[in-house]
């Protein structure tokens, strides 16, 4: 090979490499430049979604998972862009990605719905950790309330835990939220005891006890005459925390009160005749 093919094959391999670089080159340095501001608006995105829900003093998981989220879709959005650059048909990478997620949400349908359930407890917070709540038919203080589950402590230290998706959208009763609780008390007396003497008993033992709020007062009234007694419903109002430790020292200080008053709380009694059939009608 003489001097005149080689600089001749030399021209062409420079020849083809510019060629090269000036249609990848470009491409190249965009799409570098694209992924370094991308990369950057993911992190400002994610950031301000956990600023903004910081200051609604939204609960903290709730607060690195939309924020990780919020980062994640941007840069997803940033590679398929990247992706385009490159002239690759994102169609229908798109496309398979949205039938994968279709699939993995139906198979995850019931997760899913907890997750859900999960974030709308969360955000709208209708019981806090330490509460006492009845929900999903069990009745226990507030141990965890996680994105997926929420678990109850009960009264006789027995660990439950119940998807989300059977807590939201549930009647819940939390015996913790408000300040003050009533008590309701069904207390019997005897038809021959004197109702006015029964009352006052009552009432005194109600005025004794310190955890009964004098505001709002009291009820003390008869509510029902029933087979073996006169029924009075007793309502005093105490804080939250003593409802059941005011429950069970008033049901014991109002039997002792009455006892000592001369008052009866009667047993149920049935009354009994015997008819006499004459001997005459007898077979």
């Not at 093919?5 to 030399?10: M, P, Q």
């Not at 006789?156 to 939201?168: E, F, K, L, W």
């Not at 006890?209 to 709002?216: F, H, I, Q, S, T």
């Not at 939250?240 to 200080?253: I, K, M, Q, V």
């Amino acid at each position: 090979m003489d001097t005149e093919d080689v600089l001749k094959s030399t021209n062409q391999a420079v020849d083809a490499a510019v060629a090269l670089v000036s249609n990848w080159g470009i491409q190249v340095v965009g799409a570098i430049v694209l992924l370094i501001i991308g990369r950057w608006a993911a992190t400002f995105v994610g950031n301000g979604v956990r600023r903004s829900l910081e200051k609604a003093r939204v609960d903290t998981e709730l607060v690195h998972f939309f924020g990780g989220m919020a980062h994640y879709t941007v840069l997803t959005v940033v590679v398929i862009a990247v992706l385009s650059l490159f002239g690759i048909q994102t169609t229908s990478l798109v496309a398979v990605l949205g039938a994968a997620g279709l699939a993995v949400g139906l198979a995850l349908q019931g997760t899913l719905s907890s997750f859900a359930a999960g974030v709308m407890l969360l955000l709208f917070r209708p019981f806090k950790i330490g509460d006492t709540v009845e929900i999903a038919g069990s009745v226990g203080s507030v141990f965890e309330l996680g994105i997926f589950s929420t678990s109850l402590n009960t009264v006789d230290n027995i660990r439950i835990t119940i998807p989300n998706s059977a807590v939201y959208g549930q009647v819940i009763r939390n015996y913790s939220t408000n300040e003050n609780r009533r008590i309701d008390l069904v207390i019997g007396v005897s038809y021959d005891d004197e109702l006015g003497m029964a009352e006052s008993l009552i009432k005194d033992v109600l005025a004794k006890e310190k955890r009964v709020l004098a505001d709002p007062a009291p009820t003390v009234a008869v509510s029902e005459l029933g087979e073996s007694s006169v029924q009075f419903v007793v309502r005093p109002w105490v804080k939250s925390p003593d409802y059941w430790e005011t429950r069970f020292d008033l049901t014991r200080a109002i039997k002792e009160g009455l006892d000592a008053g001369g008052c009866k709380i009667p047993f149920p009694q049935r009354e009994m005749r015997v008819i006499q059939v004459p001997a005459s009608q007898q077979n």
